[in-house]
């Protein structure tokens, strides 16, 4: 049973891997699509303009570069056991975020918002495997007896 938990959970991870990778590799697309639909707060905008002057880069382009970085990094450490618990509820937040700010379907009208759906219905179930991955944790359990069975 532990060959195939570990067989699970680095499949699960290839997701995350590939999809920061896709980030890193089109940083202005992703950016692009960052900037389309998430507005910077007035608090952090100085924050913000400081890390811009740093970096040489715009807002979008440096949380292109963070979120790619993240997922892999996320990505890597659940596939190699190493903090997985840990990894796993960053990015049951994360995916929670994702959701909200770039599936929302329920802004769009009916027949539109199909693919929309799909997606945010595709990520409640990452969001669940995420939480199967956190409760398991990183050792293997005794046996015990599940939901009273004897």
Known sequence: MPALITFGRILF???????????????????DFIAAKIAIPAAVAPYMAQLESATGMQTPQLLAVAVGGFE??????????????FFAILL?????GATYYFHDFWNQSPPDNAR???????????????FIIAGYGRGTRQAEAAYGDV
């Open 116 to 130: 929309t759906l799909m997606d945010a219905l595709k990520n409640l179930s990452i969001i669940g495997g995420l």
């Open 72 to 85: 892999i990094v996320s990505g890597l450490m659940i596939a190699l056991n190493f903090g997985a618990r």
């Open 13 to 31: 991870a290839v997701l995350f891997i590939y999809s920061g990778a896709t980030k890193l590799f089109g940083i202005q697309a992703t950016a």
């Open 92 to 96: 049951i937040f994360f995916v929670i």
